[in-house]
Nanobody, 118 residues
Framework: QVQLVESGGGLVQPGGSLRLSCAASRNILSFNVLGWYRQAPGKQRELVAAITSGGSTDYPDSVKGRFTISRDNGKNTVYLQMNSLKPEDTANYYC????????????WGQGTQVTVSS
């Protein structure tokens, strides 16, 4: 049983910063890709950050330069540092852990709400 638990969401003003955490119940090195997704009401879930087992990162243009994904293997935790937050960043943020083999399988956290508003 794999558990992913997000935390760190909340209400922040535009231009503010927030750091999200995702604690995994097992060694995060067992996953091929770790990532963060977000979903706003009425919109599709979108990838906002990903990091591969090799350390490569990927960000969409909407967050590039503002968001940073990182991990602490010893703590089995993935982080998402969000700076210069904008109202359009408001969404429920989900942690994702992907295993790639014969097929690709994704594990998901329960989500943490981020609201950017004045």
């Amino acid at each position: 049983q794999v558990q992913l638990v997000e935390s760190g969401g909340g209400l922040v003003q535009p231009g503010g910063s927030l750091r999200l955490s995702c604690a995994a119940s097992r060694n995060i090195l067992s996953f091929n890709v770790l990532g963060w997704y977000r979903q706003a009401p009425g919109k599709q879930r979108e990838l906002v950050a990903a990091i591969t087992s090799g350390g490569s990162t990927d960000y969409p243009d909407s967050v590039k330069g503002r968001f940073t994904i990182s991990r602490d293997n010893g703590k089995n935790t993935v982080y998402l540092q969000m700076n210069s937050l904008k109202p359009e960043d408001t969404a429920n943020y989900y942690c994702n852990a992907r295993m790639t083999g014969w097929i690709t399988y994704d594990y998901w956290g329960q989500g943490t709400q981020v609201t950017v508003s004045s």
